[in-house]
């Protein structure tokens, strides 16, 4: 019983100690959200109730934030977030067979996370690196001039260092 409760209560003691070093100013939204999704991974809904009465805003107004931005995320991603980018660039040099393979070799969908925790995907619209593509990262390390079997070597590495 006490697993949940006792869980609650350290995140919720977690937010207060956050939440202290900011005035209850709602411009200082975008900042905690970042704070939080650095200290967690994700925004957990605890949390955004925790900001939601600190700064009077609505759980509504939080949850839109949260969702406009690519960067903030309500669900946890694994230990290896991987990254497709899709953008022009990228998109057109085959980076829709790097998701499509890595959908395949992982059992998830985009966004998704494997049931282990370890692994997560998603797409990205642009990392910067457009001479490079198609790119995909993991973990903000970023593979260049990928191919499906650059994919797979990488891919089989980074299992590797699970077993």
Known sequence: MCEKNCMDEKLSNEMKELLKNYSQDKSNLIQILNEVQEKYGYIPKQSQ???????????AEIYGVITFYSRFTLEPKGKYNISVCLGTACFVKGSQALLDRLKERLKIDEGGTTPDGKFSID??????????????TINNEVYGKATVKKLDEVLDEYMKKED
Do not use: D, H, K, W
């Not at 797409?123 to 995909?136: I, K, Q, S």
């Open 123 to 136: 797409a990205t619209r642009c990392v910067g690196a457009c001479g490079l593509a198609p790119v995909f």
């Open 49 to 59: 109730i925790e900001i939601s009465n600190y700064l009077s805003i609505p759980m």
